[in-house]
């Protein structure tokens, strides 16, 4: 279940995540939704204030090179998804 609490510094972050606005960069398609009950796909993403709550923490950075991750955010459940199917992470989210 992706339920995922922002944090303020790297350290802190189980990953580095890059939010990308070409859907040509993005590793993964994210839907934002509005309950952890909703995130149950690995685009699916909930983001929670509380750590106990959080599945994985996300620290965001502003330069591709740096992430671990590339994700697009899109409005449709139905784009949400792994854009690129042998990425290291999807084993984990």
Known sequence: MPVMMKMPSRA????NVCVVESRGDADLFVCEVENRAQARE???????DTRAEA????????????SQLNICYVQ?????????TDHPLKEVL
């Open 42 to 48: 690995p685009g699916y993403w909930f983001y929670t």
């Open 76 to 84: 449709s459940r139905g784009e949400a998804g792994w854009r690129v």
């Open 12 to 15: 802190e972050a189980d990953f």
């Open 55 to 66: 599945e994985h923490t996300v620290f965001i950075i502003d330069t591709r090179a740096e």
